[in-house]
């Protein structure tokens, strides 16, 4: 099939890559020229892990293409999949305003039938104000379109095996053309694919996105209870997961969800409940734990050291989770805010997540950059850990003692056992352990 994708980041490049990949011709169609300029040199403008290999691959193949003018994209397909941004917006609802854009815009230069598919996140509903928008800028009202809801589940991290191995395909549809072009694009996978109407769709999104961010503060509190009475989260949480009713996934205690989908899109679900004269109160919750997180974990840095105020404090993990560079919202942030408010000199190191970590903390008397995760921890008096690289937990943990200060681990991802880092002779203090 021929497929458009419009939005060329996590999930666009994903989508177009992975279709590619399953034999489709694509298109990709990006706003910014400097980004279609690097994909069309086979370069990617993030990191994902095997996505600059899928993508050489497939343009190299002649199925995957990149441009920034969306006349081509229409004119190169009927089906046009919607992957562009949809960030908080100040009052914490979801901003739609590149999602109308696309829809606009489309509108305006449709000479024939489109379908439109939100693979964007999206509020309930959102389907009604697409159909509504091409309506309005359509020149030939006569010229049929149909609009879909396609959500997208993949994780950063693992986004190209989630994408062609998901647990599920929700597909929100109105027509029999707009179900049938469906059929044909997904009959090779090997999934359920779930047909329904498009705001169930929308909605299967966010309340599934909540739902995980509720199973992440769920055990949060558990974990500060664990600390309270002497339990193991880590224990609690396997207890608790060999139930099928609950299932161990998400239940990780640390320092916090973040990234570009958790906190965004529960703010918005909470907003959308509101909008509709309903009181979500369980997600404000889920919302508060979140936000105390790196306050918590602050403490227990202050518990530990006593006082910051002049300290070299080694960071290991910008990231909000391994195997990606993406930094939107990562507890790192709030809590290298707190460290630099307390006075602390800091020598951060992530894999991949340094460059993005610098356009918000550039490097400074206070920031430094460590080349590797070694010389991050050199003469540091402790050492944070928040992100669960693979890297770190592979660490040589002798030669980070020796180069140490003071040989104390405060680990808010919880990656080593208590018994072994302190018979290597470590003050390790991790999460609700
Ligand atoms: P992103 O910000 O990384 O990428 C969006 C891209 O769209 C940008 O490159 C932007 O320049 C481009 N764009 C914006 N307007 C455009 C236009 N009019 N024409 C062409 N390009 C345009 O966003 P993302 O992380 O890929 O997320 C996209 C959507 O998917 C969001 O709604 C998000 O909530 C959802 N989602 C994200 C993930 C994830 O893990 N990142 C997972 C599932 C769903």
Same mark, same amino acid.
């Given at each position: 099939?021929?497929?458009?994708v419009?939005?060329a980041?996590?999930?666009g490049l994903t989508?177009g890559a992975c279709?590619a990949h399953?034999?489709?011709?694509v298109l990709v169609?990006e706003?910014i020229p400097q980004k279609v300029e690097l994909l069309k040199s086979g370069r990617s403008p993030i990191y994902e892990p095997g996505l600059e290999e899928l993508l050489r691959e497939n343009i190299k193949e002649g199925r995957l293409r990149f441009t920034s003018?969306?006349?081509?994209?229409?004119?190169?397909?009927?089906?046009?999949?919607?992957?562009?941004?949809?960030?908080?917006?100040?009052?914490?609802?979801?901003?739609?305003?590149?999602?109308?854009?696309?829809?606009?815009?489309?509108?305006?230069?449709?000479?024939?039938?489109?379908?439109?598919?939100?693979?964007?996140?999206?509020?309930?509903?959102?389907?009604?104000?697409?159909?509504?928008?091409?309506?309005?800028?359509?020149?030939?009202?006569?010229?049929?379109?149909?609009?879909?809801?396609?959500?997208?589940?993949?994780?950063?991290?693992?986004?190209i095996?989630?994408?062609?191995?998901?647990?599920?395909?929700?597909?929100?549809?109105?027509?029999?053309?707009?179900?049938?072009?469906?059929?044909?694009?997904?009959?090779?996978?090997?999934?359920?694919?779930?047909?329904?109407?498009?705001?169930?769709?929308?909605?299967?999104?966010?309340?599934?996105?909540?739902?995980?961010?509720?199973?992440?503060?769920?055990?949060?509190?558990?974990?500060?209870?664990?600390?309270?009475?002497?339990?193991?989260?880590?224990?609690?949480?396997?207890?608790?997961?060999?139930?099928?009713?609950?299932?161990?996934?998400?239940?990780?205690?640390?320092?916090?969800?973040?990234?570009?989908?958790?906190?965004?899109?529960?703010?918005?679900?909470?907003?959308?409940?509101?909008?509709?004269?309903?009181?979500?109160?369980?997600?404000?919750?889920?919302?508060?734990?979140?936000?105390?997180?790196? +306050?918590?974990?602050?403490?227990?840095?202050?518990? +530990?050291?006593?006082?910051?105020?002049?300290?070299?404090?080694?960071?290991?993990?910008?990231?909000?989770?391994?195997?990606?560079?993406?930094?939107?919202?990562?507890?790192?942030?709030?809590?290298?805010?707190?460290?630099?408010?307390?006075?602390?000199?800091?020598?951060?190191?992530?894999?991949?997540?340094?460059?993005?970590?610098?356009? +918000?903390?550039?490097?400074?008397?206070?920031?430094?950059?460590?080349?590797?995760?070694?010389?991050?921890?050199?003469?540091?008096?402790?050492?944070?850990?928040?992100?669960?690289?693979?890297?770190?937990?592979?660490?040589?943990?002798?030669?980070?003692?020796?180069?140490?200060?003071?040989?104390?681990?405060?680990?808010?991802?919880?990656?080593?056992?208590?018994?072994?880092?302190?018979?290597?002779?470590?003050?390790?203090?991790?999460?609700?352990?």
């Amino acid at each position: 099939m021929r497929i458009t994708v419009v939005g060329a980041g996590y999930v666009g490049l994903t989508t177009g890559a992975c279709f590619a990949h399953l034999g489709n011709e694509v298109l990709v169609v990006e706003k910014i020229p400097q980004k279609v300029e690097l994909l069309k040199s086979g370069r990617s403008p993030i990191y994902e892990p095997g996505l600059e290999e899928l993508l050489r691959e497939n343009i190299k193949e002649g199925r995957l293409r990149f441009t920034s003018d969306l006349r081509e994209g229409l004119e190169f397909s009927e089906v046009i999949f919607i992957c562009v941004g949809t960030p908080q917006a100040p009052d914490g609802s979801a901003d739609l305003s590149q999602v109308e854009e696309v829809a606009r815009e489309t509108a305006k230069l449709m000479t024939s039938y489109k379908l439109l598919v939100e693979k964007s996140t999206v509020p309930v509903n959102t389907h009604k104000l697409v159909k509504r928008t091409v309506y309005r800028y359509l020149k030939d009202k006569s010229i049929p379109y149909d609009v879909a809801s396609n959500p997208e589940f993949l994780r950063e991290g693992s986004a190209i095996e989630d994408f062609l191995k998901p647990d599920r395909i929700v597909v929100g549809v109105e027509s029999e053309r707009a179900k049938s072009i469906f059929q044909e694009l997904y009959k090779s996978f090997d999934c359920p694919v779930i047909y329904t109407d498009p705001a169930t769709s929308e909605l299967i999104k966010h309340a599934s996105n909540s739902f995980l961010a509720m199973k992440i503060s769920f055990i949060n509190m558990v974990a500060d209870l664990c600390e309270k009475t002497g339990a193991d989260v880590k224990l609690v949480a396997d207890g608790m997961g060999y139930d099928k009713r609950i299932g161990r996934a998400f239940l990780n205690a640390g320092i916090g969800y973040g990234g570009s989908c958790f906190p965004k899109d529960v703010k918005a679900f909470i907003r959308m409940a509101q909008d509709y004269g309903l009181d979500f109160g369980l997600l404000k919750d889920v919302e508060k734990i979140n936000q105390e997180r790196p +306050v918590r974990f602050l403490d227990k840095i202050k518990y +530990v050291l006593w006082s910051l105020k002049d300290k070299k404090v080694a960071v290991w993990g910008l990231s909000f989770k391994p195997n990606t560079d993406d930094i939107r919202e990562a507890p790192s942030i709030r809590i290298v805010e707190l460290l630099l408010k307390e006075g602390a000199y800091l020598s951060l190191y992530d894999p991949k997540a340094m460059e993005n970590f610098k356009l +918000v903390f550039p490097e400074g008397r206070q920031v430094n950059y460590a080349k590797d995760m070694y010389s991050a921890v050199e003469n540091a008096s402790v050492l944070l850990i928040l992100t669960e690289w693979e890297e770190f937990q592979k660490a040589n943990l002798q030669r980070v003692k020796e180069l140490m200060e003071l040989p104390v681990i405060v680990d808010g991802r919880n990656i080593f056992e208590k018994d072994a880092m302190k018979s290597m002779g470590f003050e390790y203090y991790a999460v609700g352990r």
